[in-house]
């Protein structure tokens, strides 16, 4: 069992900033790819980015290109914690963002290939 909790979402006006925190614990892996998805009202669920570890000190880093150039997505393999840095944002960024984790060793942009999700937490992007 994988237990996964978000903090740092928020409201903030366009072109601010928030730093998101996704908290890993339970049957975890280093090898496993932690990623961060969002969901807009009425709209599917989107990937966003992803982290996997190659060999120790050798990561990947995947982007959606919404977000490529604004948001950093980084990992903290001590505390088990993923985190999504978020910069110069703006209102069509506003959606519920969600941490999971993809325990098939591969990195995927697909909601579907995720095993773990955390509950969200909304971020709000005011113009």
């Known amino acids: 069992q994988v237990q996964l909790v978000e903090s740092g979402g928020g409201l903030v006006q366009a072109g601010g900033s928030l730093r998101l925190s996704c908290a890993a614990s339970?049957?975890?892996?280093?090898?496993?790819?932690m990623a961060w998805l969002r969901q807009a009202p009425g709209k599917e669920r989107e990937f966003v980015a992803a982290?996997?570890?190659?060999?120790?000190?050798?990561?990947?880093?995947t982007y959606a290109d919404s977000v490529k150039g604004r948001f950093t997505i980084s990992r903290d393999y001590v505390k088990n914690t993923v985190y999504l840095q978020m910069n110069d944002l703006k209102p069509e960024d506003t959606a519920a963002y969600y941490c999971?984790?993809?325990?098939?060793?591969?990195?995927?942009?697909?909601?579907?290939?995720?095993?773990?999700w955390g509950q969200g937490t909304q971020v709000t992007v005011s113009s």
């Open positions: 982290t996997r570890r190659i060999t120790p000190g050798t990561n990947t880093f």
């Open positions: 339970g049957r975890t892996s280093s090898a496993w790819t």
């Open positions: 999971a984790v993809d325990d098939s060793g591969r990195t995927s942009r697909e909601p579907s290939a995720y095993d773990y």
